[in-house]
């Protein structure tokens, strides 16, 4: 069974920048795929960024060149760097795991292990 834990969450003003980090254990972690998806009040949990088992990097429109996903095997530790933050990222992030590549590494069903999520708030 894959567990994930989440931490680094917060609050900053818009233009800030934080760190989130997601330990992950119960399967070797260099052949899981990894990401971080986030769910905003009254909307749907959407995908953030995924990282692959052969580290083939995705990103969703809207972070691109502020956001960047890294992982570290020796530590089994998905990051998300998050820089120029904006009102419009407030939002839980969750990570998530699949063993082996899902067949869409955006979607929510392919995943199906999630950490407890970490609140993110953006707000001057």
């Known amino acids: 069974q894959v567990q994930l834990v989440e931490s680094g969450g917060g609050s900053v003003p818009p233009g800030g920048s934080l760190t989130l980090s997601c330990v992950v254990s119960g399967h070797t972690f260099s052949e899981v795929c990894v990401g971080w998806f986030r769910q905003a009040p009254g909307k749907e949990r959407e995908g953030v960024a995924t990282i692959n088992v052969d580290n083939y990097v995705k990103y969703t429109d809207s972070v691109k060149g502020r956001f960047t996903i890294s992982k570290d095997n020796s530590k089994n530790t998905l990051y998300l760097q998050m820089n120029s933050l904006k009102p419009e990222d407030t939002a839980m992030y969750y990570c998530?795991?699949?063993?082996?590549?899902?067949?869409?590494?955006?979607?929510?069903?392919?995943?199906?292990?999630w950490g407890q999520g970490t609140q993110v708030t953006v707000s001057s």
């Open positions: 998530a795991a699949a063993v082996g590549n899902p067949p869409s590494y955006a979607r929510v069903t392919q995943y199906p292990y």
